[in-house]
């Protein structure tokens, strides 16, 4: 069980960083074309994830 818990921390840990690049690319990238709003899009989607997986630390 302590493991399982472990390797959730570190997922969580691992989406809150790709949250965070996520932010900074899509800021980058929003305004300069159809792919990069789509881009941003999905990034978004990724900062999301981000957001729910805290709730299991």
Sequence with gaps: MGEAVTQVQEVADHLQTLAVQATMLSLKYE????WGRELAWLL???????????SYM
């Design 31 to 34: 305004s300069k074309s159809d």
């Design 44 to 54: 978004r989607k990724v900062k999301a994830l981000s957001i729910r997986g805290k």
